[in-house]
């Protein structure tokens, strides 16, 4: 039996599944949901109505699921749903966020790689979405390490980065860390600058964020010149794929093989979003 339809979106990362409806999705489309997602990195799903139970559902086909981390306002969730963070900028009738990152650009970054084991999917779900502004861009990390230039992977070739849990990628302070803005001595977590896709292997960069990254032991500045060259290099244009998003869309994204970022939006027009993370399998490491 065919599976369903998959059209990728650019030439270097992502791809539309037709004809899925994932509050339904039986074990064979599963599978092969589960084999396009190895070799695309990001997968979107268009027209989707998913209740909060349908969200968790479908992510922990992929495994188990990360409760949703302290907002940079305080709050953690959906209420009921631990699993499930909120990204809007939509304020409750006391003023206060409903969720996190504001209208604000939310800058190119892997999701939580300041952790030892960070998730390895975050899946994305549009509930309301503004006018214009607010795109989702992905990045291949898997095409830009393959096109990296000789000199880049030469430099680069064993180093660690460690990446920084003081800021997240609206800039806000995470909650209960110290402020920090020195790479050199700010909380972070090493991981290796090459790493392997952990179902298959492939060799990919894994940046984590440019704000407060440092490559340990280099010197302040050589570390800085380096970051500086491979983030020019891994966001050019041919790795990445912007999405313009519709309610029902459902994009999801490996985080070991991609960055992604979120452009900024008019802040009295409305974006809300449901966000669920599947945990890492394995601390990333370098490929054999
Ligand atoms: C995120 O950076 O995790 C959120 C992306 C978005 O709001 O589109």
Redesign the pocket.
């Known amino acids: 039996m065919s599976g369903p339809e998959i059209k990728p979106l650019s030439h270097s990362v992502g791809a539309e599944v037709l004809g899925v409806d994932l509050s339904r999705l039986d074990d064979q489309t599963f599978v092969a949901v589960a084999q396009a997602f190895d070799e695309h990195h990001g997968l979107l799903f268009r027209g989707q109505t998913l209740s909060p139970d349908d969200l968790v559902a479908f992510s922990r086909r992929f495994g188990d699921l990360d409760h949703a981390p302290v907002m940079e306002k305080g709050k953690t969730a959906v209420s009921g749903y631990p699993e499930i963070y909120i990204?809007s900028n939509i304020k409750d009738d006391d003023g206060k966020a409903i969720g996190s990152?504001g209208a604000g650009e939310?800058v190119w970054?892997t999701?939580m790689s300041y952790l030892p084991n960070p998730p390895g999917i975050?899946m994305?779900y549009a509930l309301e979405v503004p006018p214009e502004g607010?795109d989702?861009s992905l990045c291949s990390m898997a095409a830009a390490h393959d096109e990296l230039p000789a000199d880049l992977r030469e430099k680069t070739a064993g180093l660690w980065i460690k990446h920084d849990g003081t800021f997240n990628?609206g800039g806000y302070l995470r909650q209960g860390v110290r402020e920090d803005s020195d790479p050199m001595t700010c909380e972070g977590q090493p991981h290796p600058v090459v790493c392997a896709h952990p179902r298959t292997g492939r060799p990919v960069l894994y940046l984590g964020r440019r704000r407060n990254a440092y490559i340990v032991g280099l010197e302040r500045q050589e570390s800085e010149d380096l970051l500086n060259a491979l983030w020019e290099f891994a966001t050019l244009p041919d790795y990445t794929y912007t999405h313009r998003w519709r309610v029902g869309d459902l994009l999801m994204w490996n985080n070991r093989a991609t960055m992604?970022r979120?452009e900024p939006f008019d802040a009295n027009a409305r974006r809300l979003?449901q966000?669920t993370q599947i945990k890492g399998h394995a601390q990333p490491v370098p490929p054999r």
Do not use: F
């Open positions: 990204v990152l939310a970054h999701d975050s994305l607010g989702t990628s992604h979120r979003m966000r």
